[in-house]
């Protein structure tokens, strides 16, 4: 799967981009009560614009992405100066306040992850194959504290389509996955998107814990 994502951004089949800043996120992060200044993990975060977004609005980002070419092409089109070095095995990309740390999310660890308290997928677990998806869940949690917030933008493919990336992620799935670790709460399920055959799901999660 490594060397199928490389070969995505190298050859700019990126589908998955989006050229503009996602809507649910701009209408939902405000509501999670998320505190400014924190620090917020971006999983498999590519070059994703939302990024910026999150940084406009007072929070440090650390995004994680597997293929250096995004990376690259992320700061290619910001402004500000770069500052890059190596920390914990990642190829670590800063411009402004947001963080590009290039390597495998799974070998991000909790050291690493210690001024985290809030996270926002929108791309990473529909990214991931089924056998994939339960180790993902258990990852994040683990480097998220109790009483973290975070917003989560699955997808829910038409009935027999079974295609991806990007996969369907059908709710009780997605309860499956998170509900051991997280407060689940479903937010929308979007409008069908033209000549895709899919349309996307939003949720809210809060990290469990003694906080909670």
């Known amino acids: 799967m490594v060397n199928e994502w490389r ?4 050859e700019g089949r990126i589908g998955f981009h989006r050229e503009q800043i996602h809507s649910s996120l701009v209408r939902y992060w405000p509501l999670l009560g998320v505190t400014p200044g924190t620090k917020v993990l971006v999983p ?11 940084g406009q609005h007072d929070h440090p980002v ?3 992405e597997l293929a250096p070419e995004a990376i690259e092409q992320f700061v290619a089109a910001g402004a500000g100066e770069i500052s890059r070095y190596r920390q914990g095995g990642f190829d670590v990309c800063r411009q402004g306040n947001v963080e590009l740390w290039c390597g495998d999310f799974f070998h991000f660890h909790i050291e690493q992850a210690a001024e985290i308290g809030a996270f926002y997928d929108r791309a990473a677990l529909i990214a991931l194959p089924p056998a994939t998806r339960q180790r993902y869940a258990f990852h994040l949690a683990q480097l998220i504290p109790p009483g973290a917030r975070g917003l ?11 295609g991806g990336p990007p996969f369907g992620v059908a ?7 998170f509900e051991p670790n ?23 999660l809060v990290r469990r814990g003694p906080s909670v």
Do not use: N, Y
């Open 7 to 10: 070969d995505r951004w190298r």
């Open 44 to 54: 498999l975060c590519g070059k994703s614009l939302d990024m910026r977004w999150l």
């Open 171 to 177: 709710a009780e799935e997605v309860r499956e996955l």
């Open 62 to 64: 650390l995004g994680i």
């Open 182 to 204: 997280f407060q689940v709460t479903h937010l929308e399920d979007g409008e069908p998107e033209p000549g895709r055959g899919f349309r996307e799901s939003v949720w809210a």
């Open 152 to 162: 989560l933008i699955s997808l829910i493919r038409a009935p027999g389509d079974e």
